[in-house]
């Protein structure tokens, strides 16, 4: 009978300390009202303190309605937002959820690369005077992509720790998705990794700003440094690292499509109509037009890229 009256104590001092930390991380339930169905959006608590918003839409999306996922960490003494979606609409709506959730101020926004559907709402950030980061030439490529975009104003480029009062936050660098701007997030109390475009899930990934072979390296170092990591990827539902193995075995699956070409001495317009039939193992992914092309979207297709990376001859550089 003591034994079990002193578990009941211990049980109940448990609980009453998981409410008192909760209560001073600035963690609680959200407010009554706040409805993210009409955008397009779930928000999800992958971790304590550490949610996601989901964009559930296709592409291309009805108007202000999302697509695209975000998230934010909250620590002791602020929240880190990661990417702001696609426009200043739905930031405002991310902006509210935080709010929703804490009391706590908005330390950073970061921008884990420079695509407009993740840095679309920066100007509700920098309207708050809240420092934006970014890395590389993401403020160069962002003005290129649309002139009224707000770039980041913090650039990093090597891995980098935030604190957020007594939590901390990684940010590291990865290579192959978006031209040298790619950044990851992982949250190490709550081994939550987000991983912006590394990881399209159930979704075929952009691959018009990237270079395949870097993407798959990257990858495969992610997938061994986090592999018991819960996983935010940039497009799609919350998973674990068997998503990034997938996109790594959808890579390969390109790479060898591409060789086949190359042996076969097949032109880029014979290759493409030859492939357009989506693969059985892909048929249900969302983002289609992705695949084999679709003037829809405006954006290079995967086989599009396969083609250029890996059938083509790399040219001999003359030397000077």
Do not use: C
Not at 54 to 70: T, W
Not at 109 to 132: C, E, M, S, W, Y
Not at 170 to 187: C, F, I
């Amino acid at each position: 009978m003591a034994r079990l009256w002193y578990r009941g104590v211990g049980a109940l001092l448990l609980a009453i300390l998981a409410f008192a930390w909760s209560w001073s991380m600035g963690w609680t339930q959200p407010k009554a009202g706040l409805d993210l169905a009409p955008a397009g959006l779930q928000l999800q608590e992958v971790g304590r303190g550490v949610y996601a918003l989901v964009g559930q839409e296709d592409i291309p999306p009805p108007p202000d309605r999302a697509f695209v996922n975000a998230g934010f960490v909250i620590g002791s003494e602020g929240v880190l937002v990661i990417d702001t979606l696609s426009s200043p609409q739905l930031a405002e709506l991310l902006f509210a959820t935080i709010k929703s959730l804490t009391d706590k101020p908005i330390l950073y926004v970061l921008n884990t690369h420079f695509h407009p559907d993740h840095t679309g709402g920066n100007a509700v950030a920098a309207k708050q005077n809240i420092p934006i980061v970014g890395r590389g030439r993401i403020r160069e490529l962002m003005a290129k992509a649309n002139p009224q975009l707000v770039p980041p104003n913090v650039i990093i480029n090597s891995e980098t720790e935030f604190w957020l009062g007594d939590r901390r936050v990684k940010v590291e660098r990865v290579e192959g998705h978006a031209k040298g701007t790619d950044l990851v997030v992982y949250v190490p109390d709550a081994k939550v990794l987000f991983a912006g475009d590394m990881v399209f899930n159930q979704r075929f990934p952009f691959t018009g700003d990237g270079n395949i072979k870097e993407w798959q390296g990257s990858l495969y170092r992610l997938i061994t440094t986090y592999p018991d990591a819960k996983v935010v990827p940039g497009h799609g539902e919350v998973g674990d690292v068997s998503m990034l193995r997938a996109q790594f075995a959808y890579f390969n699956f390109l790479e060898q499509l591409a060789l086949s070409w190359k042996a076969q001495g097949l032109t880029k317009e014979q290759a493409i109509a030859q492939a357009q039939e989506i693969p059985p193992a892909y048929r249900d992914y969302k983002f289609q037009g992705l695949y084999g092309g679709n003037p829809n979207t405006g954006l290079q297709s995967n086989l599009d890229s396969a083609y250029d990376q890996f059938s083509r001859s790399l040219g001999i550089p003359l030397l000077p």
